[in-house]
């Protein structure tokens, strides 16, 4: 079994498999089938509770004990559809998945045997999620983890699959609720049917959770993806608390080019010399290590990570070592880079002040981003921040501020790779 990270992807070992996601709370699964665009054929690629069947696909119903599940046989899945995605939403109209934390399992369809797992982290406001997707590639299918999130619920990723959404009259409220084109009943005869969702004999009825999916007032073209709290870099420099994210992405387009990740820290109270060391630990999809940058290795996945050296001291303003990544040139293997501090010596963190973490622009110096250690644990070692690459191919830096029992890197490892 592979518990798989957001962005990784395995080969799928069957032809016939089944994705259930679970959570403490009931879920509405479907599944969407794309083409190369990117988009469903037609309103009838939507398999849902209501529309259980489709070419390859079917919605299976857990029945209120089980979670429900869609079920995939690459087989019989038509030429022309490359992609299955795979959603899921809070059954309760407006939820959101804070505090309930999804948990997708793939599975063997012939067998129940379990192929893989994931589930998406740091969730918030979102109301949907794209959770998995299985893809042709070159010929053969495989899986991915994805857990990209919106805040406008299934309507707003069935409109972003291209799946019709129809206004439905309210004569009480001001905003129109919106529901997945799967029409209730045939269009009145003055009406014009809708363009872009011809009529169907036999439409199943519109789905009840759907429609009560609040509808933006000004819906976009293309929704954005839930926020999550998390931001971007468009409004200048962006300071982080213990566990915020921000996604590093400038006027719309992903930050790839050169940044230094500075780490700093002085000695607290006037204390003595503090000799702490700084690491970057990076990790493969499966939260597999790959290699570890420190002061005895200063140059790791082919160059495109760089250690400025060991600091000794603490002492002095500014930064007591640069970590320098080349975010464009990092092999795609790598999907998860981590950064640490540890005290060899073994004094703890409560021995130190100040002790920050920032991301700058190499060819700048602009500062991006930048996290400040509050509070302190005698402990020798921290993880102080992480960068993930996402499936979309941004990377995100996420605030950490853990601490583990930890004074070289190599005991770093384990801990890092559980908290990706």
């Given at each position: 079994?592979?518990?798989?990270?957001?962005?990784?992807?395995?080969?799928?070992?069957?032809?016939?498999?089944?994705?259930?996601?679970?959570?403490?709370?009931?879920?509405?699964?479907?599944?969407?089938l794309l083409t190369a665009s990117g988009k469903v054929r037609s309103d009838d690629d939507f398999i849902f509770y209501n529309?259980?069947?489709?070419?390859?696909?079917?919605?299976?119903?857990?029945?209120?004990t089980s979670p429900d599940a869609i079920l995939v046989d690459t087989a019989a899945v038509p030429t022309g559809i490359e992609k299955i995605v795979v959603t899921a939403s809070p059954d309760a109209a407006g939820q959101t998945f804070q505090g309930i934390e999804p948990t997708a399992t793939v599975r063997n369809a012939d067998d129940d045997s379990v192929l893989a797992t994931f589930t998406p982290p740091r969730l918030t406001a979102e109301t949907a999620l794209v959770v998995m997707e299985i893809y042709l590639r070159n010929g053969a299918w495989k899986v991915r983890a994805v857990g990209q999130g919106y805040a406008n619920g299934l309507a707003g990723i069935a409109t972003d699959f291209g799946v019709s959404v129809e206004d439905e009259p309210t004569p009480v409220t001001t905003a129109t609720p919106t529901s997945a084109a799967v029409p209730s009943a045939p269009p009145a005869p003055a009406a014009a049917p809708a363009p872009s969702a011809p009529p169907m004999p036999a439409a199943p009825p519109v789905d009840p959770r759907i429609a009560a999916s609040p509808a933006p007032a000004a819906p976009p073209a293309a929704p954005a993806p839930a926020s999550s709290g998390r931001i971007n870099l468009d409004k200048g420099r962006v300071n982080l608390q213990k566990n915020q994210t921000v996604s590093?992405?400038?006027?719309?387009?992903?930050?790839?080019?050169?940044?230094?990740?500075?780490?700093?820290?002085?000695?607290?109270?006037?204390?003595?010399?503090?000799?702490?060391?700084?690491?970057?630990?990076?990790?493969?999809?499966?939260?597999?290590?790959?290699?570890?940058?420190?002061?005895?290795?200063?140059?790791?996945?082919?160059?495109?990570?760089?250690?400025?050296?060991?600091?000794?001291?603490?002492?002095?303003?500014?930064?007591?070592?640069?970590?320098?990544?080349?975010?464009?040139?990092?092999?795609?293997?790598?999907?998860?880079?981590?950064?640490?501090?540890?005290?060899?010596?073994?004094?703890?963190?409560?021995?130190?002040?100040k002790a920050y973490c920032r991301l700058l622009d190499a060819a700048t110096g602009e500062e991006l981003v930048r996290f400040d250690l509050t509070g302190a644990q005698p402990q020798t070692g921290v993880m102080m921040a992480k960068l993930i690459r996402q499936f979309s191919g941004e990377w995100e830096m996420t605030a950490m501020?853990?601490?583990?029992?930890?004074?070289?890197?190599?005991?770093?490892?384990?801990?890092?790779a559980q908290a990706l």
């Open positions: 079994m592979t518990a798989m990270t957001p962005g990784s992807n395995i080969p799928l070992s069957t032809a016939r498999v089944a994705v259930d996601v679970s959570a403490p709370v009931r879920l509405d699964v479907s599944g969407l529309q259980p069947v489709g070419p390859g696909v079917t919605y299976r119903s857990g029945g209120g590093l992405v400038k006027g719309g387009r992903p930050l790839l080019s050169q940044v230094k990740m500075g780490l700093g820290w002085e000695p607290a109270f006037r204390g003595k010399d503090i000799d702490l060391d700084a690491s970057v630990i990076a990790y493969g999809p499966n939260r597999n290590h790959l290699d570890s940058c420190y002061f005895g290795k200063l140059s790791i996945l082919n160059g495109s990570v760089k250690h400025s050296g060991d600091n000794l001291t603490g002492e002095g303003a500014g930064d007591d070592e640069v970590i320098v990544v080349d975010l464009g040139r990092i092999p795609a293997e790598a999907t998860g880079l981590v950064f640490t501090v540890n005290s060899f010596t073994g004094q703890k963190f409560t021995e130190v002040a501020g853990d601490f583990v029992k930890a004074r070289t890197v190599r005991a770093m490892v384990k801990p890092a």
